[in-house]
């Protein structure tokens, strides 16, 4: 009778412990809101490593444009493309670095991002796929989280 009632508190418990950790999975975190006054974009740069994303980038680079506060520079690393991707970023009016070769021990994104940092000359390094579409207030949005968290922020889009 008592190991009975052991194992169903346990099992209860297990239950319970996995429900909590499914619902703190799936809780939505979200950026603040942008503050009023939100600071400047000046000192960011945005960089876009992209290896064959001729199909992805315009759509990003376009809610780039429509951003309310405008980065100091965007930054499209490509990373051995054989398909368009660099022209339809030089074709933008954006900074393409093209990725020298990778190392030994290096990775692809890994390499391009790196590439990408290296040129930057913003304070704040925003990294972002090709196939990231932005809301207009996403980046004073998350400068607003940047200035109140003072430290690296990592945010999963939604897709």
Avoid: Y
């Amino acid at each position: 009778m008592i190991f009975e009632l052991l194992s169903i508190g346990a099992l209860v418990l297990a239950v319970a412990g996995w429900i909590a950790g499914w619902l703190s999975f799936f809780r939505s975190h979200r950026l603040p809101a942008a503050a009023s006054g939100a600071p400047e974009a000046a000192s960011v740069s945005v960089i876009i490593p992209a290896r064959n994303e001729e199909a992805r980038l315009g759509p990003l680079l376009a809610s780039l444009d429509r951003q309310t506060v405008t980065p100091l520079e965007i930054i499209v690393v490509d990373d051995d493309s054989n398909d368009n991707t660099r022209q339809l970023a030089q074709k933008a009016g954006v900074t393409v670095v093209v990725a020298p070769a990778r190392p030994a021990g290096w990775l692809g994104k890994p390499w391009a991002c790196h590439c990408g940092a290296g040129r930057a000359r913003g304070d704040i390094l925003l990294f972002l796929d090709a196939d990231v579409r932005l809301a207009p207030d996403a980046l004073a949005r998350l400068l607003t989280a940047s200035l109140r968290e003072r430290g690296l922020i990592s945010v999963q889009p939604w897709h």
